[in-house]
């Protein structure tokens, strides 16, 4: 009921409760007028609005009244009714009862008439035909819309095919929130819907839920999502590397100048799931007896111009991605696996180094070469410990290997290198089950490390000499701890732990620099192009320098190795937080158990978090520590939370 007026805004009087209400002028409609005599009332329920909310609810409109008016309007009548005039034809009656009860009815959700401020009209057929389809349409949405939220509620596997469209929205948002991109906040209807379904409004807890209704696999990784190693090599990279393959055995420009090395007694040792070997060693003897070392390696670049569509994706990637389920390849597999690696029995391109050393270990004289080499057998790091260590007559040629790169090392040790060689332990997805596999330092895998840090020494010292552009790997010089404190710790991990601590960060730059860690005066990764662009660089610079080419300066290849940081770095984080997230599963599956451990450094004392290295397991891993803990201190660590979903993991050490 109106109170009063002022311009344009109306005071207002609300049902039975007569609460007072101010609203603009333009939104109130004039249902009926008081009596000119009378005063006004002070609410609903007294004269001239003396009825109640039962007398107006019996006073609503018959469906059938409804029909007959509508059809009677739409048919015959041309002019917009009045609200009296509506109420009388339908109701039978204008008084003020029935027009306030015919108005709520119009104010409704019903589809027959229109209420415009200048009357009532029918509206025509084919609106109301429409309408009526719209408002099934509607409830249709909203049964589904129920049936999906009631779905999340059970979570029990769904056919995502079966959602609607609104459904599949909501299906894929929840997909992106699992995956850590919240920035779309979830519909409140949603978040109800989550919350009767036991899920946390979060990535953690939707992932719990997308598992259950098996929309999300428990080991999805969200850091690899959409990235170029989970979207892999597109059909027309593939037509190509076909295209490649078939060119491999071919003759191809440079070929002719490649020396023949196929006569020697090569040998490539991998893991035993390596299928892209890309290094090999060999050794060979002069007229006067002294041992001549040869390192092979692998070359993409024979197939792969710099530029070309392969190389391009190459460099994108910048290195192949280690995860526990296997390796995500650089360059295509039909390619890395075959026509690149240093296959046994066959004819293989490579890059050739050959080293002579002195009775100390220091280089005496070296070379590189483009050549042909055709390894004579593949051998796993087993089988190859297996024959250094009993050395057959017959075999003679790994124990002299081993032999002539254990004197590098000892030069190297001499030099200052630092050799923290240690059991690494590492958990491998073995079809979902996590499985742990401890590599061990064995004395052919320090053989191959060594040959390739030398393989490094000798191209870093050629690019010194030539004053070619090159991405070296350098060191800053650390300030060890003093010599009487590491002996006072035990050997291995916990003195390893008081070195590593040190140590800076390695830097790649165009100029040779020393690197600390290595004893070197300097250093480039060069043994690895088919899983690290930067190597394939190096061989790119090596070539141009020795065919008369024109390599890049070291401001092109500065940007070249920028461009290779990124996404080395988001290889690197992918494969730590793919290895974190088989840690918790394997931990998951090992409840209750417990392991010796001792204590290597505090992380952050404030909050007791120290450095545990776990003998059985061969891994350093954070937990809560007791106070005052010192280097060595034996504890023993348990599992106090672990849910992988939800990328947690709370190990915690005591006494």
């Known amino acids: 009921m109106v109170q009063a007026i002022h311009g344009s805004k109306v005071q207002v009087l609300v049902g039975w409760s007569a609460r007072t209400s101010v609203l603009p002028r333009r939104d109130v409609q004039r249902i009926s007028s008081l009596p000119v005599a009378e005063a006004p009332p002070a609410r609903l329920g007294v004269s001239p609005w003396n009825f109640s909310e039962t007398d107006l609810s019996?006073?609503?409109?018959?469906?059938?009244?409804?029909?007959?008016?509508?059809?009677?309007?739409?048919?015959?009548?041309?002019?917009?009714?009045?609200?009296?005039?509506?109420?009388?034809?339908?109701?039978?009656?204008?008084?003020?009862?029935?027009?306030?009860?015919?108005?709520?009815?119009?104010?409704?959700p019903q589809l027959w008439f229109r209420l415009r401020q200048q009357g009532i009209s029918a509206r025509p057929g084919d609106d109301l035909r429409r309408l009526r389809q719209q408002r099934r349409q509607g409830?249709?949405?909203?049964?589904?819309?129920?049936?999906?939220?009631?779905?999340?509620?059970?979570?029990?596997?769904?056919?995502?095919?079966?959602?609607?469209?609104?459904?599949?929205?909501?299906?894929e948002l929840l997909r992106r929130w699992a995956g850590e991109e919240t920035d779309t906040p979830l519909p409140a209807e949603l978040r109800r819907a989550l919350a009767s379904a036991h899920c946390t409004a979060d990535s953690g807890g939707i992932r719990h839920l997308l598992v259950d209704l098996g929309q999300w696999s428990r080991h999805h990784l969200p850091s690899l999502s959409r990235t170029c190693w989970e979207l892999g090599f597109s059909a027309d990279l593939e037509n190509e590397a076909e295209r490649l393959a078939a060119l491999a055995e071919g003759e191809l420009p440079g070929d002719e100048t490649r020396v023949d090395l196929c006569s020697q007694q090569g040998v490539t040792i991998d893991d035993d799931d390596t299928l892209d070997v890309d290094d090999g060693l060999a050794l060979e003897r002069g007229a006067d007896g002294r041992p001549r070392l040869w390192i092979h390696v692998a070359d993409p670049g024979r197939l792969v111009p710099p530029g070309s569509p392969l190389d391009l994706e190459a460099r994108r990637r910048g290195t192949s991605l280690y995860l526990a389920r296997g390796t995500l390849p650089m360059f295509p597999p039909l390619l890395s696996h075959g026509p690149f690696s240093l296959r046994a029995g066959r004819r293989c391109p490579a890059w050739s180094l050959w080293v002579e050393l002195d009775e100390d270990g220091a280089v005496a004289a070296s070379g590189i070469c483009r050549s042909w080499i055709k390894p004579r057998y593949r051998l796993s790091y087993a089988d190859a410990d297996e024959l250094i260590e009993l050395a057959p007559p017959q075999e003679r040629q790994l124990s002299e290997l081993h032999a002539l790169l254990g004197r590098r090392r000892r030069w190297r040790v001499a030099q200052g290198a630092l050799l923290l060689d240690q059991p690494e332990g590492r958990i491998r997805d073995q079809d979902g089950a996590p499985q742990l596999e401890i590599t061990e330092p064995g004395p052919s895998r320090?053989?191959?490390?060594?040959?390739?840090?030398?393989?490094?020494?000798?191209?870093?010292?050629?690019?010194?000499?030539?004053?070619?552009?090159?991405?070296?790997?350098?060191?800053?010089?650390?300030?060890?701890?003093?010599?009487?404190?590491?002996?006072?710790?035990?050997?291995?991990?916990?003195?390893?732990?008081?070195?590593?601590?040190?140590?800076?960060?390695?830097?790649?730059?165009?100029?040779?620099?020393?690197?600390?860690?290595?004893?070197?005066?300097?250093?480039?990764?060069?043994?690895?192009?088919?899983?690290?662009?930067?190597?394939?660089?190096?061989?790119?610079?090596?070539?141009?320098?020795?065919?008369?080419?024109?390599?890049?300066?070291?401001?092109?290849?500065?940007?070249?190795?920028?461009?290779?940081?990124?996404?080395?770095?988001?290889?690197?984080?992918?494969?730590?937080?793919?290895?974190?997230?088989?840690?918790?599963?394997?931990?998951?599956?090992?409840?209750?158990?417990?392991?010796?451990?001792?204590?290597?450094?505090?992380?952050?004392?404030?909050?007791?978090?120290g450095l545990v290295h776990v003998e059985d397991l061969a891994m350093d891993l954070p937990a809560l520590c007791p106070e005052h803990c010192e280097p060595a201190t034996s504890l023993l660590l348990r599992v106090q939370q672990v849910d992988p979903l939800r990328d947690q993991l709370r190990l915690v050490a005591g006494g």
């Open 446 to 609: 320090q053989m191959v490390a060594e040959a390739m840090i030398l393989a490094g020494a000798v191209v870093a010292e050629h690019g010194r000499e030539h004053d070619l552009a090159l991405p070296y790997r350098s060191q800053p010089p650390a300030e060890l701890p003093p010599t009487h404190e590491l002996e006072a710790l035990p050997p291995g991990p916990v003195r390893h732990a008081a070195i590593k601590r040190c140590l800076s960060r390695g830097h790649t730059g165009s100029r040779p620099a020393p690197h600390f860690s290595l004893g070197l005066a300097a250093y480039v990764q060069a043994t690895s192009p088919i899983r690290r662009y930067g190597d394939l660089l190096v061989q790119r610079q090596l070539e141009a320098q020795l065919q008369g080419g024109m390599p890049l300066d070291a401001d092109a290849l500065l940007g070249v190795i920028g461009e290779l940081e990124g996404p080395t770095r988001q290889a690197m984080q992918i494969s730590r937080e793919d290895q974190r997230h088989w840690q918790q599963v394997w931990f998951e599956a090992h409840p209750g158990q417990q392991w010796r451990c001792c204590f290597l450094r505090w992380l952050r004392p404030q909050d007791r978090l």
């Open 58 to 108: 019996a006073a609503l409109p018959r469906q059938r009244d409804i029909g007959a008016a509508w059809w009677l309007l739409a048919e015959q009548h041309e002019d917009d009714l009045s609200l009296a005039d509506w109420c009388e034809l339908v109701l039978g009656d204008r008084e003020p009862l029935h027009l306030a009860a015919g108005w709520l009815w119009l104010q409704g």
């Open 139 to 171: 409830w249709l949405q909203q049964r589904q819309q129920q049936h999906w939220h009631g779905l999340l509620g059970q979570r029990q596997p769904i056919d995502a095919e079966a959602l609607g469209p609104r459904q599949r929205e909501e299906l």
